[in-house]
């Protein structure tokens, strides 16, 4: 049997198990092998995801199980992501479990993170279905890798997404990742479509994916294809996993990729990963006013009102209530 869910389409015999490790054909029915066994569940800061336009300052509930359906050398959470459920401790928790610890926690969001949610589709859209009648706003952070009809299925319960569009080559993505670029992009555009809040984050890894021509074609297709309104930031690498060998991002890379973000139209550009950087403010792209001002992950001032600057009325695209 044919797995639809990615781009990947792992075809299964009986007993075998997709690349992602979590879905197995279980005598001619596809089983996930993590649904309702999370590895992961705790509370953290929306701007860690890192999402700056939703509920600035917020708490998350953290949720996540093993697996991935990449292979990315850079992976900061290898230890969950690249395993299979029996490798590492989780907990029994229902859909309805998760959405009580939320409420029980008092927190807004419910985010779906840390290992790739795609890979584990059905109990995050069971979560979702729970959680939207009772209030409690839901997020993906995800590597995009899925195909079209599962998003469109999953976005009408959904607040916002953030997607790491890890480089802008094919052969970025196929050696460094083991997936493809086409299939995310057209995942953004299916979540723009849908009228979804979306945030862009790219990892800017030293000699792999910095080059300021890849840069420059990644922020015009941005802004012809999402909109410049669509927040992109550029974080800093640290040697991790299969990649240690590399030195962190330059601080004058960052500034490079975001000058270049700045100069193809994108109203948001943020710099993540680098203390002291003034773009990890969000700023008013009309009149320049400081809106939210952020202290590493730490948010130290909001003043838009209503979803719009307070000086002069422009519109700031996000999730603010």
């Known amino acids: 049997m044919e797995c639809l869910l990615c781009p990947n389409r792992c075809v299964l015999a009986p007993g075998q198990t997709g690349f992602c490790r979590n879905f197995q054909n279980q005598g001619g029915t596809l089983r996930s092998l993590v649904y309702g066994k999370p590895c992961s569940v705790g509370v953290e800061l929306i701007e860690k995801a890192p999402l700056y336009h939703v509920l600035p300052g917020g708490k998350r509930l953290c949720v996540a199980t093993t697996g991935c ?18 490798e590492v401790d989780t907990q029994s928790l229902t859909p309805a479990q998760i959405v009580e610890t939320a409420q029980r926690e008092g927190v807004p969001i419910i985010c779906f993170t840390f290992t790739e949610p795609v890979n584990f589709y059905d109990y995050m859209y069971d979560i979702c279905r729970l959680a939207k009648p009772a209030g409690i706003k839901t ?78 074609r990644m922020c015009d297709w941005i802004v012809k294809e999402l909109g410049p309104d669509v927040p992109l930031h550029f974080t800093r690498f640290h040697p991790d996993y299969k990649l240690r060998q590399l030195p962190p991002t330059p601080p ?23 203390p002291g950087s003034p773009l990890n403010s969000t700023y ?30 422009q519109p700031i695209p996000g999730v603010w209530q």
């Not at 802008?168 to 995310?184: A, I």
Request: with cysteine.
């Open 139 to 216: 997020v993906m952070i995800s590597n995009g890798y899925i195909n079209p009809e599962p998003m469109r299925a999953l976005l009408p319960w959904l607040d916002a997404v953030k997607i790491d569009l890890k480089g802008f080559t094919d052969k970025f993505y196929q050696e460094v990742t083991s997936g493809k670029l086409g299939p995310v992009l057209e995942t953004m555009k299916t979540i723009k479509a849908a009228g979804v809040h979306l945030e862009i984050v790219n990892l800017v890894v030293p000699t792999m994916n910095d080059k300021r021509a890849d840069v420059k």
């Open 284 to 313: 008013c792209p009309a009149c320049g006013a400081l809106l939210i001002e952020r202290v590493g992950m730490l948010m130290r001032e909001n003043s838009i009102k209503d979803g719009k600057c307070p000086k002069c009325g």
């Open 69 to 86: 359906n990449m292979r990315c050398k850079f992976c900061q959470n290898w230890q969950i992501s690249q395993c299979s459920v029996g």
């Open 252 to 274: 004058a890379t960052l500034d490079m990729a975001a000058a270049v973000a700045k100069k193809a139209g994108i109203k948001y550009v943020y710099i993540g990963n680098l």
